[in-house]
């Protein structure tokens, strides 16, 4: 569970005592997530998120986050809204740990994701990348091509334990990737882990986007690469081209494609496959730091790889081009 840092009553009444939110009536550590502490406050101003930020997020970025969020939120993404404290600021110190407060959104993550889910996706993610356009600070994505090698370096002596053949198999993906990777595409600000569990929903109507804590500056396309991953595989491991048509249509609805990104998707979503098989199998070998985190599967992006090795054009994906 994803409590890595515990906090007391006193501690937590102290810390809200530079906020405007009312006085504490009760808090709850979250199970869900992976990387920082978060719980659930209940005030007399509301319901809350309080999230600690532990190792893995460098504090230098939270500005970058919590500002986009901020961002984002004022120009209709809905997305949790940053709560500032009485001074103006919106990072303190819980615990020892740079913490903040964010508002608290309704809704719950789709545990089957249907295709009326998957075009509500397109479409926030390409409002997403729209309303960030004007977003002033720059984050670079340390998990790119540099970033997956070094994970890669600290994974591919054992990496076979995981599956025979791994190694050399990856090898070639690196190669070719690195051989392909486009220099230029549109870029700007993206989500860069719209997965399932980070988006919420009231039936079938998106209620918010929540989890920037991968946010950066990148090519826009890539992060739809990243979604058509999450969010249009079936659970026998098969692509849902249905699924694929409704995700790129609702994207388009709002920010068509150019012929460039057309061109790189096939590669951007093998690259894309490659990254979260990367943090997964290196949690595998090495496990996330002192939390009894579950793991998830490398495995089910090895697939996902190779699925997309064999892709030819993007109409492959679903993509109708105008
Ligand atoms: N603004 C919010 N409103 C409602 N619930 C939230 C909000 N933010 C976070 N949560 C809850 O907290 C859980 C963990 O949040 P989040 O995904 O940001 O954590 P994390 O540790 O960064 O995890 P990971 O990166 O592994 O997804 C979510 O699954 C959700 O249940
Ligand atoms: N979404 C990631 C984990 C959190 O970033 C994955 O499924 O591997």
């Known amino acids: 569970m994803a409590v890595y840092t515990d906090i007391t009553e006193s ?6 005592r530079d906020y405007n939110i009312g006085e504490l009536l009760s808090y709850k550590g979250i199970a869900e997530g992976t990387e920082n502490s978060n719980f659930i406050l ?24 919590l500002g986009l969020m901020d961002h984002l939120a004022q120009r209709d993404v809905s997305c949790p809204l940053p709560v500032k404290r009485a001074d103006g600021e919106i990072i303190g110190e819980l615990a020892g740990r740079p913490a903040a407060i964010i508002t608290f959104l309704e809704g719950m993550w789709p545990r089957r994701p249907t295709t009326a889910h998957c075009r509500e ?29 070094r994970l890669w370096d600290g994974c591919r002596e054992r990496c076979d334990e995981v599956e025979h053949g791994l190694e050399a198999e990856v090898s070639d993906d690196f190669a070719a990737l690195e051989a392909g990777w486009p220099a230029d595409l549109p870029s700007g600000v ?23 804590y991968f946010a950066c500056n990148d090519f826009y396309a890539y992060d739809v690469a990243t979604c058509l991953n999450a969010w249009c595989f079936e659970r026998d491991h098969s692509f849902n081209i249905t699924k694929g048509a409704a995700l790129l249509a609702g994207y388009q609805s709002l920010r068509p494609l150019d012929a460039a990104e057309v061109e790189a998707l096939p590669l951007l979503c093998r690259g894309s496959a490659l990254r979260f098989m990367l943090t997964r199998l290196y949690d595998w070998l090495h496990g996330p730091d002192g939390a009894m985190v579950q793991k998830r599967d490398p495995l089910e992006y ?16 679903g993509l109708q081009q105008s």
């Open 11 to 16: 501690e937590l009444g102290a810390f809200l």
């Open 42 to 65: 209940h005030t007399t101003g509301g319901t809350f998120i309080l999230t600690l930020y532990e190792k893995r997020v460098d504090r230098d970025d939270l500005p970058f986050f």
């Open 121 to 149: 996706v397109g479409v926030a993610l390409a409002k997403l990348h729209l309303a960030g356009q004007d977003f002033p600070l720059q984050r670079r994505n340390d998990l790119s091509l540099p970033g997956w090698q």
């Open 190 to 212: 993206i989500h860069a882990d719209l997965f399932p569990d980070n988006v919420f929903f009231l039936g079938e109507r998106l209620s918010g986007l929540i989890d920037f």
């Open 302 to 317: 090895v697939r996902k790889m190779r699925f997309h090795r064999q892709i030819i054009s993007a109409t492959e994906y």
